[in-house]
C-alpha cells in the first residue's frame, strides 16, 4: 500500500525491529528469575493496535510464556479521546495468581491502561506490568506505570503498524504521523 501524500514519515520498519529487539531483553532480564515452564508469563495483548507490536515482541521473547487478547475501545472517531473506555473482550485464561504483561501499541491518556490495570489487579493477578511501543506522557490525564517503553513521542497523531486512524493505515510497516 503506498502512503497518502498527508502521511510523514516517523519511524521506519528498520527502526520499530530495533525498539523490539531492545525490549525482548530487558523483558528477558526483568522475567529471567519470575517466570518457568509451571508458570508461564501471562502476555495480554490489546486488541486491534497492539496484535503487529505484539507478534514481533513476542517472537523475540525466549520464556515460557501464554498469550490471549483483550479488546477495549477508547477511540470513538478521528483522533481525540473520548475519555470513555469500552471493555469489549476479556481474556479466556484466567489471570489469578499469574504473572501478567500487558502490551500496548502506544499509551495516550492513559484511561485504557488504568482500566486493564484495575481489571488483572481485581482478577487476582500476581504482578501485572504494562509493556508499550510508544508513550505520549504530555497527553497523561490518567496516572499509570509503564514499566516497559520501546520509545516516548512528543504529541502527534501517529498511524501504521498497528496504529490507526478510523480504521486505516494499520497495514503500514513503517509509522508515520498525521
Ligand atoms: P489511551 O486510553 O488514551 O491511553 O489510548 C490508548 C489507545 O488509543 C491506544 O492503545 C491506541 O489504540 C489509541 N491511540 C492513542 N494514540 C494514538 C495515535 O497516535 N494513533 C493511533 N491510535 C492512538
Ligand atoms: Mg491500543
Same mark, same amino acid.
Given at each position: ?9 516517523? &519511524? %521506519?520498519? @528498520?527502526?520499530?525491529?530495533? $525498539?523490539? @529487539?531492545?525490549?525482548?531483553?530487558? $523483558? ?17 495483548? %490489546? ?5 503487529? !507490536? ?24 478521528? %483522533? =481525540?479521546?473520548?475519555? @470513555?473506555?469500552?471493555? &469489549? ?26 482500566? &486493564? ?12 506490568? =504494562?509493556?508499550?511501543? &510508544? ?6 490525564? @490518567?496516572?499509570?506505570?509503564?514499566? !516497559? ?30
Amino acid at each position: 500500500m503506498t502512503p497518502k501524500n498527508d502521511l510523514k514519515p516517523f &519511524l %521506519t520498519a @528498520q527502526e520499530i525491529s530495533k $525498539l523490539v @529487539q531492545s525490549l525482548s531483553l530487558t $523483558l528477558e532480564a526483568d522475567y529471567e528469575n519470575k517466570v518457568s515452564e509451571e508458570n508461564p508469563l501471562l502476555v495480554v495483548i %490489546t486488541l486491534k493496535g497492539g496484535t503487529f !507490536f505484539a507478534a514481533d515482541l513476542i517472537r523475540s521473547l525466549r520464556m515460557p510464556l501464554q498469550i490471549d487478547f483483550v479488546r477495549v475501545r477508547s477511540y470513538g472517531s478521528g %483522533t =481525540v479521546s473520548s475519555g @470513555q473506555v469500552e471493555f &469489549l473482550r476479556d481474556t479466556d485464561i484466567d489471570p489469578n495468581g499469574r504473572e501478567v504483561l500487558i502490551l500496548d501499541e502506544i499509551v495516550d491518556s492513559g484511561h485504557t491502561l488504568a482500566m &486493564l490495570l484495575e481489571h488483572f489487579r481485581a482478577k487476582g493477578a500476581k504482578s501485572v506490568k =504494562v509493556c508499550t511501543l &510508544l508513550n505520549k506522557p504530555s497527553r497523561r490525564t @490518567q496516572t499509570v506505570p509503564v514499566d !516497559f517503553c520501546g520509545l516516548e513521542v512528543e504529541d502527534k497523531f501517529l498511524v501504521g503498524y498497528g496504529l490507526d486512524c478510523d480504521e486505516k493505515y494499520r497495514n503500514l510497516k513503517d509509522i508515520y504521523y498525521i
